[in-house]
């Protein structure tokens, strides 16, 4: 089988290879093998690769969280048994599906409707998951709440857009493109902030004069120093990601003062602690807000998997306006 590799991290344009001559990996009991369709390049899939993510990679690795794909074997047990032959969304947590071929645990493959497509159904867990989680049971949002969000305009900062609008809370979106203003307020942001017109508290405020209660920042570095800067009294803030690698600057007396709290979330983790009903409970509705378009994504462009260091490329470059699909076989 074919699969993508990288024998050290690195700048994902330069260390990925793609092997062709590797046999098929065998599932042991509780594992399925996955013949992959696709899978999506996440910004957590750029940082894995260059060394800069929350598991170690071990060396030669193939990248790849989560995709779609069809269970061809399954190495025992009644779940495995189940999911044979079935389009599943194959989530990853020992990474691989830039592969032909990978395997996981059964209970990590989600078995997807007919209708939903390869492309969307290659996104089910990664973003759709964090931005639910995040908005539903971590910030517990209720109507009325402004959330500030940053990198407003990505794919996950639309889901939560439109998770916005279905559930009556009210976000406060920065963006770094004017171009994505329109865009953004079509989609249901009730207000849009561009990071270059001006201080971000000071925009901020002029949305909501006490400041913000709750916030998300994936950026990190002078974007997400602001982003704290901009919360109210009570505030809290969600750190999810690190787009720019550069610290936090904080007011020690800006957080006791106004007894602000700042918090990391990763869904990986997040997930480790659910019961397996919470989890279940979380692909149902995912699956049903997929299919209503709330949790869907955009796609700028499909690479084939021979065409990794293109796809890698493509996916870090600013305004590329959807996620980057690998296109690793068909159904
Ligand atoms: N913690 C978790 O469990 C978890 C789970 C899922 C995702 N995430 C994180 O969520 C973030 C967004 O993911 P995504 O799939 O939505 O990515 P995406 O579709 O690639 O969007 C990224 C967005 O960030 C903006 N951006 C990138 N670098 C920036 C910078 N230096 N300053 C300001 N804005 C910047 C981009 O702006 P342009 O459009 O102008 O290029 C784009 O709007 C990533 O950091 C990802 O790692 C975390």
Not at 86 to 103: C, M, Q
Not at 279 to 307: H, W
Request: glycine residues 10%; contains cysteine; hydrophobic residues 40%.
């Amino acid at each position: 089988m074919k699969r993508v590799v990288f024998d050290q991290p690195g700048p994902p344009a330069e260390v990925l290879r793609v092997q062709d001559d590797v046999p098929a990996p065998q599932p042991a009991r509780g594992e399925v093998l996955v013949r992959m369709l696709a899978s999506p390049v996440n910004p957590s899939d750029l940082m894995y690769i260059g060394g800069k993510y929350g598991i170690t990679p071990t060396l030669p690795a193939t990248p790849g969280f989560e995709g779609v794909g069809v269970v061809e074997a399954s190495g025992g047990g009644f779940l495995g048994w189940l999911r044979k032959g079935k389009r599943v969304a194959v989530i990853n947590d020992r990474v691989g599906n830039w592969a032909e071929y990978t395997l996981t645990k059964a209970r990590q493959v989600v078995p997807v409707p007919d209708d939903l497509s390869d492309e969307q159904a290659a996104t089910f867990f990664v973003n759709p998951a964090t931005a639910l989680v995040m908005t539903q049971s971590v910030l517990a949002l209720q109507p009325g709440d402004w959330l500030l969000q940053s990198a407003a305009g990505g794919e996950l900062g639309k889901m939560i857009i439109r998770l916005g609008k279905l559930n009556g809370f009210r976000t406060l979106n920065v963006v770094r493109r004017r171009e994505q203003v329109e865009e953004l307020k079509k989609l249901g942001a009730d207000a849009v902030i561009v990071e270059s017109d001006g201080p971000l508290p000071e925009q901020v405020r002029a949305v909501a004069p006490n400041g913000v209660r709750h916030a998300i920042d994936p950026v990190g570095g002078k974007t997400g120093s602001d982003v704290i800067a901009s919360l109210g009294l009570g505030g809290r803030c969600l750190l999810y990601g690190s787009l720019t690698d550069d610290p936090l600057t904080v007011q020690p007396r800006f957080l006791l003062s106004n007894n602000v709290r700042i918090e990391g979330f990763w869904l990986a983790a997040w997930a480790k602690r659910q019961r397996v009903m919470t989890m279940l409970k979380l692909f149902r509705k995912v699956r049903a807000m997929m299919r209503d378009g709330v949790l869907q994504s955009n796609f700028a462009a499909t690479y084939p998997l021979e065409e990794v260091r293109k796809a890698v490329e493509h996916a870090a470059t600013p305004g590329k306006g959807g996620k980057i699909l690998l296109k690793i076989g068909t159904r």
